[in-house]
């Protein structure tokens, strides 16, 4: 029976002959980490697994204390880990070194996909497929109405405001992880040539993006901006929080824009009083859930967290036995 080797535990998925955990939410002895977003990627364990990347942000977020042995594995490569478990990891294409874990016990091989999407990204490598007995997959957007555009549909809605309203600075709510760089790269893969003006929050990642050699073109900080008012027709990008706060009062007659999966969902938007709403999310939506799981080919499917029911309802339709692992501590709004 599978469960005895990987099971639930209140720290997260535990492997039992390896003595490791998945992304706890609490400090383990030792720990795999997907990717670095803050409710996988915690600081205080002792021994952590992960790309050199996920390793690289978390030193960039939490300092170089934030574990005791950082282990360094490469997308690609395949280590050993105590108890006769092997581990491979493999591109996600979720942010910048997010990986897919995949552990092999005994002859039966699992999956546990973390965070992921099959929808393009050039600051990160596209997701890999891994033919898997137990897929272990989140299922943040997992309803059929979840259908996300494409980036560059939803960039080009955004050029042509900038265009149609020169007077106004258009600024845009994205996570300082992930999000912000994709946007960014894309825009100028499209030709988007002007600086990119940045809320402080946003360029320590920015400039570690741009270590591992990811051009974001150029860009300044806000705060280096004497004359506000030069931000008229030019695009600032920011964390979602400072849409409605004090420092976006600075900026001149601002059109707000917010760059997340859920402004598919017109009532989000409005809530938050966003003008103009991009739907670009780095998870699956359910087109991409529903292949995903058809090309894994699990006999087992474990779903981590989202929106559990329909994705074990679909899969139990298909003839594969899914379950709802209910894992807690994963904010579904990193989106
Ligand atoms: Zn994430
Ligand atoms: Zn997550």
Known sequence: ?????????????????????????????????????????????????ATPETLAIMACRFGN???????????????????????????AGHILGSAQVTLTYNNEVATISGDYKRAFDPTCRPFEVQKSDIFITEA???????????IEDELKRLLQSLKDFPGRCHLLGAYALGKCQRLMSVLRRMGYRETIYLHGAQVKLVELYEQFGID?????????????????????????????????????????????????????????????????SDHADWPQLVETIREVDPSQLWVTHGREDALVHHAKQKGIDAMALNLLGYDEDAD
């Not at 204390?65 to 591109?91: H, K, Y």
């Open 1 to 49: 029976m599978t469960r005895i080797w990987i099971n639930v535990q209140p720290e997260g998925l535990y492997i039992r002959p390896a003595a490791v955990y998945v992304d706890p939410v609490k400090p383990v002895q030792r720990a795999i980490i997907t990717h670095a977003h803050a409710d996988h990627a915690r600081p205080g364990h002792v021994t952590v697994y």
């Open 65 to 91: 204390t934030f574990c005791e042995q950082p282990i360094a594995v490469n997308l690609g490569d395949t280590i050993d880990l105590p108890g006769n478990v092997d581990m491979r990891l493999s591109p």
């Open 140 to 150: 943040t957007f997992a309803l059929p109405v979840f259908t996300h555009p494409s």
């Open 216 to 280: 974001l073109g150029h860009w300044r900080k806000v705060s280096d901006v004497e004359d506000k008012a030069s931000l008229a027709g030019k695009l600032v990008i920011a964390p979602p929080s400072a849409l409605a706060d004090r420092w976006s009062r600075r900026l001149p007659y601002v059109m707000t824009c917010l760059a997340s999966g859920w402004m598919q969902i017109r009532a989000r938007a409005k809530q938050r009083r966003v003008e103009l709403p991009l739907t670009i």
